[in-house]
Structure formats: C-alpha cells, structure tokens
Nanobody
Framework: QLQLVESGGGLVQPGGSLRLSCAAS????????IGWFRQAPGKEREVVSC????????NYADSVKGRFTIPRDNAENTVYLQMNSMKPEDTGIYYC?????????????????WGQGKLVTVSS
C-alpha cells in the first residue's frame, strides 16, 4: 500500500471554497492515477475525480463537474482537489487514492493506496 497524506478540509459555508491536498512520499505521484473518493453520512462511497498518471486526462463526477478541479504539482509531489461553489451535498469524508489507471477507481477496483481521509462540512 502506497502512503498518501491528506491535508485540508474543515467547515465552509455554501458557495465557498476549500482545497484538499494529497502528498506522496517515497514514490513519484505522477506514476499513478490519483483520484478522490468521498463518503457522506448514510450514503455510498462516490468517485469524485481522477487525474491520469500523465496528467493528460481528468475525470469528474457529474455532481461536481464545473465546480471542482484536480490540479497536480509535480515539484511538490502533490495532487489537490480544488472545491468551489460548494453545496451541502458535498459534505463527507474525502479520501485520495492511487491506482494504475483512473478506470481502476470503481467498486472492487484495484487501488494501490489511500489517504487517511479528511472531513469536509458544508453548512451555514
């Protein structure tokens, strides 16, 4: 299992923004597809976004498309989840994940590692 360390999260009002970071140590983050999952209370885990290892492709769930982006800083060996125009439905625990391909980030798919999870709460 690859080690991924998340930072960020917290409380934000609807319409606000937050940024999560996912940093890798001991391996090149851009050798893997890096994605973000989230799990809201009482709901199933959802694939939020993914960036391919080469950075040429990004994927977003329909629920976040146009609001979230997944930038990568190779110099810092870090992938971010920039969350804008946030809604209460975005509340949940967010996990970054590493896999060979973004297409692996599905139920039952092969994942190389997980971040520890960060709580994001969107509330007035």
């Amino acid at each position: 299992q690859l080690q991924l360390v998340e930072s960020g999260g917290g409380l934000v009002q609807p319409g606000g923004s937050l940024r999560l970071s996912c940093a890798a140590s001991g391996f090149a983050l851009n050798s893997y597809a890096i994605g973000w999952f989230r799990q809201a209370p009482g709901k199933e885990r959802e694939v939020v976004s993914c960036i391919s290892s080469g950075g040429g492709r990004t994927n977003y769930a329909d629920s976040v498309k146009g609001r979230f982006t997944i930038p990568r800083d190779n110099a810092e060996n870090t992938v971010y989840l920039q969350m804008n125009s946030m809604k209460p439905e975005d509340t949940g625990i967010y996990y970054c994940v590493a896999s060979p391909l973004c297409s692996d980030q599905v139920p039952g798919g092969y994942l190389e590692g997980w971040g520890q999870g960060k709580l994001v709460t969107v509330s007035s």
